[in-house]
């Protein structure tokens, strides 16, 4: 392969993993193809410009295929009251994300933990992202991603959000009062003026409580879900089609009934159409733990796959892998 199409296709893998640990991670997403673009700016210091620019071109390029008609309006949103807690015993979930399913290049350990907080139960993620160490030689990610919100109603309270990549030193940090029904957020850089503001929820949740929220709606085929979300600077409205039920084969070799669902994305800050995620899907088991098993994107060269590869729920512990031959 000539050293320019090695470089697009690395810049491929590094964005998409980035798409993925703050979308999905903070799960599914997971995946927003504005998030990319706000991302060409880091990488380009550190990766080759070319690279970066026929990156550029190509998503844009995709994502002009991809767009079109507007989502609901957001005061359309609808209010999802949850009906199952597939999470309440805790859960420890560990993803390993490859290029075309044969080089790892980055991993994610996803922490669910039910605690108590001034009396009131509460749920507790905690996202540890970080690159492989062959990806590290071209961009280094030690990313952490954590949300707390109420056990009951998957009320948001706290999103916090560590960015280490590279030189980069990024805190957001984003509090909502339930009284005044306002997340005021707080964002830090190493090197920049830090930005503080404020805005009316209007029932726009961080990316980890939408993703577990999901998990908690009684959906079956043909159905969409939306959501209000913000990552920080921006916020969306993403909708989740859910389009078929269909097998799905795990690397290990193990095969899982689930749900493909197809997001899209449309931001609400700035106008414009809604996006499909550059050829994302996300694949969720159909059994009554609801548990994202698997992510894929379309990239330059190939595809960047995201997988399931070890699951502690309560007390039990499993590895995604097939069952053994009784003797």
Known sequence: MPARAIFQSSSDIIVTIHVFSCCFFSATALTMLNLVRLRFAMIASKTNPIAIYGLALALLMGSASEAGQALIRPEAVPVYQPKYFPFDGGEKGVYQASWNGMISVASAEIYTTPTEIDGKKVYQVRVEAKTSKVLDLIWKMRDTISSTFDAKALSPSHFKFSQRENSKIIDTEARYNGLTKRWAVNRRQVG???????????????????????????????????????????????????????????????????????????????????????????WISADERRMPIKLSSKILFGSVYLELVQDKHGLQSSSVAPPQPSS
Do not use: C, H, W
């Open 192 to 282: 920049k003026k830090p930005k503080a503001y404020e805005f009316d929820s209007q029932n726009t949740l961080d990316p980890i409580t939408a993703v577990y929220l999901a998990r908690t709606v009684d959906f079956k085929v043909g159905d969409r879900l939306y959501f209000k979300i913000f990552g920080g600077r921006y916020r969306y409205i993403l909708e989740l089609t859910v389009e078929r039920k269909e097998p799905v084969e795990m690397a290990s070799g193990r095969v899982i009934e689930a749900y493909k669902v197809i997001p899209r994305i449309q931001n609400i800050t700035k106008r414009g159409y809604a996006e499909r995620l550059n050829e994302a899907a996300i």
